[in-house]
């Protein structure tokens, strides 16, 4: 038989103090991160006030010049380039099944040819 000199501390006893070690070590954890969430707090507000500040400086005229820049050039009036009959271009091996079979499901009069031309409607 082993005699050893160490005493021998019950099952039950070890886990109580495991138990305690691991509740000291939660609440000092826990401390840590409430401070560290207040301080990412106060950052998160800073960093609202400064998207909040550059929405209303930076995107809003932005998004006012762009609408200014469509409607400017909207107004200008731009005639059809020249009609050129290219072989590889507007190739049609069967019809559309829509309309007439000849445009496109998307097709624009005024930007779009046809196989043999432009659409002419006089406005």
């Known amino acids: 038989m082993l005699s050893s000199s160490a005493p021998v501390i019950p099952v039950s006893a070890k886990m109580a103090a495991i138990g305690r070690l691991s509740q000291k070590l939660l609440k000092s954890a826990s401390l840590t991160q409430s401070r560290q969430l207040s301080a990412v707090a106060a950052h998160g507000e800073q960093a609202a006030k400064t998207w909040k500040i550059l929405t209303f400086v930076v995107a809003l005229p932005g998004v006012a010049v762009c609408m200014l820049n469509m409607y400017l050039r909207s107004q200008h009036h731009h005639d059809n ?7 590889h ?9 829509w309309g007439d079979g000849n445009k496109s499901l998307f097709h624009n009069p005024h930007l779009n040819a046809l196989p043999d031309g432009y659409e002419h409607h006089e406005e």
């Open 89 to 97: 271009l507007r190739i049609r091996s069967k019809r559309f099944p």
């Open 81 to 87: 380039p020249e009609f050129v009959p290219y072989s």
